[in-house]
């Protein structure tokens, strides 16, 4: 069982500008004290098929992390558009929340984001070059995916001084 569990995610302000900050309202629970900070990261997936043009909105340390529950609001800046490619700026897209204990990811949190003018005749007719002030920013914040991973998030425990198995470890019986 995981030591650090999100309970809850709001994401404030939405829908918005596409050139409006992202925020989040991140709720976790702690079930045992941890000796070093969480890292918590907001990433902006630029394309599916590429992902040199993900960008890192923000990545904060929170801590110390005593047992209890937590609640934060993580702001981070909007994506750059000049790092994303023109094809790539409108439709669907994804944000990532991450956290991370120690360097290791244990969870992430993906959206679906939908990047569409906010006016009619600019969605029907579209303009050949992207007009980034007419963009409105719609997370589906509804339908969240999560993906958990696990980690050691208390190595000294580890009465035998090795290292931690890893998760792809498998042990042959044979």
């Known amino acids: 069982?995981?030591?650090?569990?999100?309970?809850?995610?709001?994401?404030?302000?939405?829908?918005?500008?596409f050139s409006a900050p992202l925020q989040f309202e991140i709720t976790y629970e702690?079930?045992?004290a941890l000796a070093d900070d969480l890292e918590w990261k907001l990433i902006y997936v630029g394309s599916a098929?590429?992902?040199?043009?993900?960008?890192?909105?923000?990545s904060v340390f929170v801590g110390p992390v005593n047992v209890g529950n937590y609640r934060f609001v993580l702001q981070a800046d909007p994506p750059d558009p000049s790092k994303i490619s023109e094809e790539d700026i409108l439709?669907?897209?994804?944000?990532?929340?991450?956290c991370s204990y120690n360097g290791q990811e244990f969870v992430r949190v993906?959206?679906?984001?939908?990047?569409?003018y906010d006016d009619e005749k600019l969605r029907e007719d579209p303009p050949v070059k992207v007009l980034i002030d007419k963009i409105k920013r719609s997370i589906l914040s509804d339908k969240p995916r999560v993906?958990?991973?696990p980690i050691?998030?208390?190595?000294?425990?580890?009465?035998?001084?090795?290292?931690?198995p890893s998760a792809d470890c498998?042990?042959?019986?044979g």
């Open 147 to 149: 993906t958990k991973f």
């Open 30 to 32: 702690c079930l045992s």
């Open 110 to 116: 993906g959206y679906y984001v939908s990047n569409e």
């Open 1 to 17: 069982m995981s030591a650090v569990s999100i309970t809850n995610v709001r994401v404030l302000d939405n829908p918005a500008s």
């Open 49 to 58: 098929e590429d992902d040199a043009y993900d960008q890192l909105l923000e």
């Open 91 to 98: 439709g669907v897209t994804v944000i990532l929340l991450t």
């Open 170 to 173: 498998v042990e042959n019986k």
């Open 152 to 164: 050691n998030f208390h190595p000294e425990k580890n009465e035998t001084g090795d290292e931690p």
